[in-house]
């Protein structure tokens, strides 16, 4: 055997590499030695650096890689930069799950982050629409017509309002009378809340409040793990959000109303501010009505939920229990969502409520009357006590 093929045989792993590097220095028997030394040479230099020659391979492909990386992150960074105002704002929006209360289907919607937590109002409130000494529970009340004399009272309150435009338009498209709840967080509320008090609806804010478990109930949603000032921001950024409405409702809140120290801190701006309660009564431990009565604030509780189950029929039925329960009590609160079903099921109750001899009232209506023996009963106690 050749000494070029001992060392090829050397340096080579393989019998496949042998036998063909083999074939190919016997097919170069006439080159100049020099020559097939050197090549036989760098061969063997190859062969010993292998690893390294991957490696090298190896850094030069991550390289490439990265470099790429680099010049599509600082293309995107640069058009965000001379991006138009409008693509700007589309930046902060998201789309999220928001369920209409706890148990409810979920529904994706588009909601607007701000993107501070600063203090926002919707539009400026307006001093002057406001009468003197009245608060605003009292004083943006709509105000009812002729009632039926002697006949029960039912509220029908709409929750979740302002994220679904079309449903929430249609809302406000039905018979007057309705009080509509709205979502802080949505957007265009100037503009919706007052087509809903032209249309004679009264308004309430759906204040989103921390749930039991993982459902997501809004951005800037009060929670117990808030420090005292945080809290305080977030319900000033929720209660300002836009005007006109005579009081407050829980969105979800499983867990924050069963936290007293939360609900008196929320009590206490609510009280400032003149505004009534509606415990929408998400779990049976809630502290929200409680509360409120010691504070001597005005509030009502949830008695039904019209549309835990999304079918026309379901909810036919939830409406006639509501009639029945105002005909023993002389008044009931339904709560119902801006679902198609209930839109639909509206859209045959409300026309037959004249015939029945049902009274469809305001929330603040309700609760005025409420408030009164309250104060009553009040002023009995401080008397017996003196």
């Known amino acids: 055997m050749s000494h070029y093929k001992e060392q090829i045989l050397k340096y080579s792993s393989t019998s496949q590499r042998r036998n063909m590097l083999i074939r190919n220095t016997d097919a170069i028997p006439s080159a100049p030695v020099g020559l097939r030394e050197n090549i036989l040479h760098l061969w063997q230099q190859l062969w010993q650096r292998r690893r390294y020659a991957l490696f090298g391979g190896y850094l030069l492909l991550m390289g490439f890689a990265l470099g790429v990386i680099y010049l599509y992150a600082s293309g995107r960074a640069g058009h965000a930069a001379t991006a138009p105002?409008?693509?700007?704002?589309?930046a902060v929006e998201k789309v999220?799950?928001?369920?209409?209360?706890?148990?409810?289907?979920?529904?994706?919607?588009v909601v607007r982050l701000p993107e501070t937590l600063e203090v926002a109002p919707g539009f400026p409130?307006?001093?002057?629409?406001?009468?003197?000494?009245?608060?605003?529970?009292q004083a943006n009340a709509v105000a009812v017509g002729t009632l039926l004399p002697g006949?029960?009272?039912?509220?029908?309150?709409?929750?979740d309002l302002g994220i679904v435009k079309s449903n929430t338009r249609r809302m406000i498209d039905l018979s007057p009378g309705l009080t509509l709840s709205f979502l802080p967080y949505a957007s265009d509320l100037k503009e919706m809340t007052s087509l809903a008090r032209r249309r004679g609806h009264e308004l309430m804010l759906h204040l989103p409040m921390q749930p039991q478990g993982d459902a997501f109930p809004g951005p800037h949603a009060l929670n117990s793990g808030l420090g005292e000032k945080e809290l305080h921001r977030q319900i000033l950024w929720n209660l300002d959000r836009f005007d006109g409405?005579?009081?407050?409702?829980?969105?979800?809140?499983?867990a924050f109303t069963e936290d007293s120290m939360g609900?008196?801190?929320l009590l206490s701006v609510v009280e400032d501010r003149g505004l009534l309660v509606l415990d929408s009564r998400t779990t049976n431990n809630s502290v929200l009505a409680d509360l409120s009565e010691q504070r001597e604030i005005p509030y009502t509780v949830r008695?039904?939920?019209?549309?835990?189950?999304?079918?026309?029929?379901?909810?036919?039925?939830?409406?006639?229990?509501?009639e029945k329960m105002a005909r023993r009590h002389g008044s009931a609160v339904a709560i119902g969502h801006p679902y198609d079903e209930t839109i639909r099921a509206l859209e045959i109750w409300l026309p037959k409520l004249k015939e029945k001899g049902i009274n469809l009232v305001p929330l603040s209506h309700i609760v005025e009357g409420k408030y009164r023996k309250t104060l009553i009963a009040h002023s009995g106690m401080d008397m017996a006590a003196e």
Do not use: C
């Open 85 to 90: 105002a409008s693509k700007q704002i589309a």
């Open 96 to 109: 999220l799950p928001i369920p209409f209360e706890e148990g409810h289907r979920q529904t994706e919607v």
């Open 125 to 137: 409130r307006i001093e002057e629409e406001v009468t003197e000494g009245a608060p605003l529970w």
């Open 151 to 159: 006949r029960p009272k039912i509220s029908i309150v709409i929750d």
């Open 245 to 254: 409405y005579v009081g407050i409702n829980n969105h979800m809140g499983s």
């Open 263 to 265: 609900i008196s801190r």
């Open 303 to 322: 008695d039904i939920f019209l549309d835990n189950t999304q079918d026309v029929e379901y909810i036919l039925d939830q409406l006639e229990r509501l």
